[in-house]
């Protein structure tokens, strides 16, 4: 009986976790429901058997994370970039859908994001601690993540900066399902935002260029890809596109039917 019961908790977390990733946001909340009542029904009824001598196999809860990476960019400018909310949803168009300042003072801000993972939609309530330029602090005041506290510190290494990370999280409502995810997924989520803060980070050499790129994570939530940039960039320098037109292209597009 133990033994199967196992394989049954091993496959209802992955089939969980499957379909979370494909499923539309209307039924994303009711999956979010479903699987917190499985997964509290699984783990109750683990509690009530005997395991010893089995390996555990059930999943670990997250609660807290550290990782470092270091990027090709001057500490002063990553640190501004990255301490610039207000501008947050066009850097991370896909991860931020708004942002409201509320209170503002030299070092702090409280802030009012809305947040989208995986299809799931939280606000929160976020206190950000500059310390320039040394560390930025992330404070969850309330919202289904109130607790979790990300702290980023910058190191020059040469020409570079090291950005150390350490995440202490708390996940609550909607939000449950990610103390299920594995340790490796929440640092490829991490780290895969950190580089689109370096990405944004890069200078264009046009104006034109600047425009493309706007037009890019206003309509497709990314960044420009360097063909289109060039490509796109160049027709406006030559008057050969208008800015309008190049938005209803992009709308127009397939890459934006799928996202829609």
């Not at 499985?38 to 999943?59: A, K, N, Q």
């Amino acid at each position: 009986m133990p033994v199967y019961f196992l394989i049954l908790k091993k496959t209802l977390f992955f089939i969980i976790s499957r379909i979370m990733i494909t499923l539309d946001k209307t039924r994303m909340i009711f999956l979010t429901c479903f699987s917190v009542i499985i997964i509290s029904t699984v783990l109750y009824l683990d509690s009530s058997i005997d395991r010893s001598g089995l390996p555990d196999i059930s999943p670990k809860l997250i609660s807290e994370i550290s990782f470092s990476k270091t990027v090709d960019v001057d500490k002063q400018k990553i640190f501004n970039i990255m301490a610039d909310v207000e501008n947050y949803s066009r850097i991370l168009p896909r991860n931020i859908v708004s942002v409201n300042i509320l209170e503002q003072t030299q070092n702090e801000l409280l802030v009012e994001e809305t947040i989208v993972e995986i299809g799931i939609t939280s606000k929160l309530l976020v206190k950000h601690t500059l310390l320039p330029y040394e560390q930025h602090i992330i404070e969850i005041m309330d919202g289904d993540a109130k607790g979790t506290k990300i702290i980023q510190k910058f190191e020059t290494i040469g020409n570079k900066t090291k950005l150390s990370t350490n995440a202490k999280f708390t996940f609550n409502g909607v939000l449950i399902p990610f103390r299920f995810l594995p340790e490796t997924q929440l640092i490829h989520s991490m780290d895969s935002i950190i580089s689109n803060f370096v990405i944004y980070s890069n200078d264009f050499n046009t104006n034109s260029e600047t425009i493309v790129d706007d037009l890019y994570r206003e309509i497709l939530l990314r960044p420009s890809d360097p063909i289109g940039l060039q490509h796109y960039a160049s027709l406006l320098e030559n008057k050969e596109i208008t800015i309008d037109q190049l938005r209803q292209e992009l709308l127009d597009s397939e890459e934006y039917a799928l996202n829609n």
